[in-house]
């Protein structure tokens, strides 16, 4: 149980493009769902938080205009990466919980396979 | 803000020893998580803590919760090639439910 799944596992595109990449919870309904960031041998950096049917929360320093996440339903979260540039190449890793956040006790965040952007 | 910091960030082992990775928190955490990467793959969830001085295992993986809450250590006693990869420690913040990483440790055995 607790799958999730992400789609493209890998992109290419030019400079100037948008891409848009997909989050689905396949077997449970996540409240919540996080955007992370990987560059090469370095941990992972939150960007946004996105509780269903509601405006994603952006960390510090993430561009809201140009990471765009929705999250429609319980089980699917998109993030869009607008007018891509070389700088944005990195590894896009979604994650979904099903608990509230901020619970005594936290709740277990399923991560997906993760999306290696390569901007051109 | 909040962070934790792991050390150490780089480990080279022979198969057959013993690793540990450290974990601390600036703030005391709700609970701490622990993932495993492989290279090129995606973090993988190994285990939750949650109480004050909890000590969990798996087979040869040992998991400890600090009594204060802001520090945790993962053991692997007597190391195989297959445990090489990066281990990440992931505080939750009580106060924003949000997963703060450690910058990993990245365990290399040799056989």
């Known amino acids: 149980g607790a799958v999730v799944s992400q789609h493209p596992s890998w992109v290419i595109c030019k400079s100037g493009t948008s891409v848009k990449i997909e989050c689905r919870s396949l077997?449970?309904?996540?409240?919540?769902m996080f955007w992370y960031r990987q560059f090469p041998k370095q941990s992972l950096m939150l960007m946004a938080t996105?509780?269903?049917?509601?405006?994603?929360?952006?960390e510090q320093g993430v561009e809201k205009d140009k990471f765009l996440i929705n999250h429609a339903s319980l089980t699917l979260s998109t993030l869009t990466v607008t007018s891509a540039h070389p700088e944005d190449s990195s590894f896009y890793i979604c994650?979904?919980?099903?608990?509230?956040?901020?619970?005594?006790?936290?709740?277990?965040?399923?991560f997906g396979p993760g999306t290696r952007l390569t901007v051109l | 803000g909040q962070q934790v910091m792991q050390i150490p960030q780089y480990q080279h082992v022979q198969e057959g020893e013993d690793f540990t990775t450290y974990c601390n928190s600036s703030?005391?955490?709700?609970?701490i998580q622990w993932y495993k990467q492989r290279p090129g793959g995606h973090p993988v969830f190994l285990i939750q803590?949650?109480?004050?001085?909890e000590v969990k295992k798996q087979k040869r993986l040992t998991f400890q919760f600090g009594e204060a809450k802001k520090n945790s250590s993962l053991h692997i006693t007597a190391t195989q090639t297959t445990d090489v990869g990066t281990y990440f420690c992931a505080g939750l913040a009580s106060n924003t439910g949000k997963l703060i990483f450690g910058q990993g440790t990245t365990l290399q055995v040799k056989p």
């Open positions: 996105s509780n269903e049917g509601s405006k994603a929360t952006y």
């Open positions: 077997d449970f309904q996540a409240t919540t």
């Open positions: 803590l949650v109480k004050s001085g």
């Open positions: 994650s979904a919980s099903s608990g509230a956040p901020g619970l005594a006790g936290g709740d277990t965040q399923y």
């Open positions: 703030t005391t955490l709700s609970n």
